[in-house]
């Protein structure tokens, strides 16, 4: 089974509206981590946000928010206001284990999803 | 802001050869790993690294793949002999201490002929 399941492949936003990326995953440890990541067509890779598992609260990164719903095993990526540069593949992530806030543990990605702004 | 830097950005190699990828990981963090990232492919972890030694690997990571930390700064990656399916891009990151985020470097796009 797959652990981080991102079913879409492609989306499409108009600019300064905003754009929600779904992302679901699949663990039976009680501790984990959730991460998004963004890739720009330059293939760099560029942390966005983090959300612990026993965080009560929804973490927010300036335009980026994260939508966790832990009964349904979701962490969707909430990017208000779209900009241009938005336009790039988003890949979330998980790590089990350690959501306590340490660092250490691999990281396991999901398939990724394509973003593209319209102006 | 500190970075993780690799190089170099394009290493184009003949089958059969050894190749070594290089990282800087930011100074003060303490927890390094390899990922590779096949052409239209998800992030796949490879190996971490703390302490001076591997703390975890994947399938992936088999007798053809070492890791080293040569001196305080360096994070190596080497591949013996290389393969058509080592093909990939390959990230380095690391993360600190008491911190979730894992930040990743640029990339090394492996090329094998």
């Known amino acids: 089974a797959q652990k981080i399941t991102q079913t879409q492949p492609g989306m499409f936003v108009q600019e300064k509206e905003a754009v929600t990326l779904d992302c679901t995953y699949d663990t039976s440890d009680p501790s984990y981590g959730l991460f998004w990541y963004k890739q720009p067509s330059s293939g760099e890779m560029i942390f966005l946000i983090y959300?612990?598992?026993?965080?009560?609260q929804n973490a927010t990164e300036g335009r980026y928010s994260l939508n966790f719903q832990k009964a349904r095993k979701s962490a969707n990526l909430v990017i208000s206001a779209s900009q241009l540069g938005d336009s790039a593949m988003y890949f979330c992530a998980m790590r089990e284990g350690n959501a306590g806030g340490t660092s250490y543990g691999k990281l396991t990605f999901g398939q990724g999803t394509i973003l593209t702004v319209h102006p | 802001e500190p970075e993780v830097t690799q190089t170099p950005s394009h290493q184009v190699t003949q089958m059969g050869q050894e190749v070594i990828l290089r990282c800087v990981p930011i100074?003060?963090?303490?927890?390094f790993y390899w990922y590779r990232q096949i052409l239209g492919q998800k992030v796949e972890f490879l190996v971490s690294?703390?302490?001076?030694?591997?703390?975890?690997k994947s399938e992936i990571f088999d007798d053809q793949f070492s890791v080293e930390r040569p001196d305080g700064s360096n994070f190596t990656l080497k591949i013996r002999s290389t393969k058509l399916e080592d093909s990939a891009m390959y990230f380095c990151a690391s993360s600190e201490e008491g911190l979730p985020a894992q930040h990743f470097g640029d990339g090394t796009r492996l090329s094998i002929l």
């Open positions: 690294f703390y302490n001076n030694e591997i703390s975890e």
């Open positions: 100074s003060n963090h303490l927890y």
């Open positions: 959300q612990g598992s026993y965080d009560q």
